[in-house]
């Protein structure tokens, strides 16, 4: 399973980003897609996650409503959507797989991609 993550970049507080994370390697069907991030000093954590196939969805609250994890099968891509983004949102963003339920427990994942950098200027 290989997962590439790209998308990320500078840009304004208030401002959009979309990432993306192309996924090969196997049929992904009832897998869970996760986006995750972490900020220098800080742990890695949970921001968004979408079972392939079935929609379902789960997002960390500190990003609700600004943020929306979808995926494209035909590309096997999952994108993350990034709106009004925040200072605090600057972190480097890494995709994850598991089979299963899109849960919030990073330990949980099985496959990682790449990080791809995030920064939100004030």
Same mark, same amino acid.
């Given at each position: 399973? %290989? =997962? ?5 970049? &500078?840009v304004?507080?208030?401002?959009? =980003?979309?990432? #993306?994370c192309?996924? #090969? ?8 897609m996760? $986006?995750?991030?972490q900020?220098p ?5 949970? !921001?968004a996650?979408i079972? $392939?196939?079935?929609?379902?969805? *789960?997002?960390?609250?500190? !990003?609700?409503?600004?943020f929306?994890?979808?995926?494209? #099968? *035909?590309?096997n891509?999952?994108? =993350?959507?990034?709106?009004? &983004?925040?200072?605090?949102?600057? *972190?480097?963003y890494y995709c994850? *797989?598991r089979?299963? &339920? ?9 496959? $990682?991609? %790449?990080?791809? %950098? ?5």
């Amino acid at each position: 399973v %290989q =997962l590439q993550a790209s998308g990320g970049g &500078l840009v304004q507080a208030g401002g959009s =980003l979309r990432l #993306s994370c192309a996924a #090969s390697g196997r049929a992904f069907s009832g897998y869970a897609m996760g $986006w995750f991030r972490q900020a220098p000093g800080k742990e890695r954590e949970f !921001v968004a996650a979408i079972r $392939w196939t079935y929609g379902n969805t *789960a997002y960390a609250d500190s !990003v609700k409503g600004r943020f929306t994890i979808n995926t494209d #099968s *035909a590309k096997n891509t999952v994108y =993350l959507q990034m709106n009004s &983004l925040k200072p605090e949102d600057t *972190a480097v963003y890494y995709c994850a *797989a598991r089979f299963g &339920l899109p849960i919030i427990n990073r330990y949980e994942y099985n496959y $990682w991609g %790449q990080g791809t %950098q995030v920064t939100v200027s004030s």
